[in-house]
């Protein structure tokens, strides 16, 4: 089943209204340098989920964290003032996983790639057990025994 697309352009304008709000809107100190990677938004358009990464340390994670947790009515009264929808979503704001994610796999990548090149060294110098071609072929005639 597929998404909803009337959901899919309500969430991307809930992420545009989302970045206006958040540079101009919110005077808060603790915001710090936040990008809003996603927004995702429930088939009955009365949730939005806005993903968010932080460039910086933990405790700085968690400040932005708090400021967007006080900021939120405002956002949200943006949201309303931006959309012409009859409900206002609510809105929860989720710290994305997306970079850490991406550095956990090119450390796979990475590994696998190492592994490529030990297993191409391995057969480089490998060697049959047995014949090159162990399986039996049917004899050929030569032109004397005919």
Avoid: C, W
């Amino acid at each position: 089943m597929g998404e909803n697309p009337r959901a899919r352009k309500i969430a991307d304008r809930i992420r545009e209204i989302t970045v206006n709000a958040l540079e101009r809107e919110v005077k808060d100190p603790r915001l710090g340098f936040v990008t809003v990677t996603d927004v995702r938004v429930t088939g009955d358009l009365q949730h939005a989920s806005i993903f968010y990464t932080v460039y910086g340390t933990d405790e700085e994670r968690e400040d932005t964290a708090t400021a967007l947790s006080s900021a939120k009515g405002l956002v949200r009264r943006e949201i309303g003032k931006g959309l012409s929808l009859r409900l206002t979503p609510s809105i929860e704001f989720f710290l994305d996983a997306l970079p850490e994610n991406a550095t956990t796999i090119e450390h796979l990548l990475d590994e696998a790639r190492v592994r490529d090149l030990e297993t191409q060294k391995a057969h480089e110098s490998a060697q049959y057990a047995g014949d090159a071609d162990p399986y039996r072929k049917p004899r050929e005639l030569e032109d004397d025994e005919d």
